[in-house]
């Protein structure tokens, strides 16, 4: 399937630029960076992606126009959507809840309101 990636390679130039590879690599480094340092905000993987599509791009020489640029910024979202969907998954994986026990979802009921109800 690929020519040049040899069974030593893991990760190698071909495999990450493809959009699983690219997602991987920034899924990977985004769990590094919360279990090292204790980081867990969103704007982490979202700077990785947006950095990884520009680096992406510039080594292709492809930020050329305006439109290459605002394609750079949509595949950087893309990457993010995919890492933070993937990233609720192993939520789930990890930390399941039984089913009907979801959390709070909204505002309680106002206190005179809940009183005619009991």
Known sequence: MLESATQHDF?????????GGSTGAILAVT??????????RPAVPFVLALAFSFALA??????????????????GCLLFCAVAGANETANVAVNPQAAGQGEQQGAEPKRMIRSLFR
């Open 58 to 75: 510039w080594s292709q020489a492809s930020l050329k126009t305006v439109i290459d640029w605002i394609i750079a910024v949509v595949n």
């Open 31 to 40: 769990f590094t960076i919360r279990k090292v340092f204790g980081v867990n």
């Open 11 to 19: 990760l190698n130039p071909i495999t990450i630029a493809t959009f």
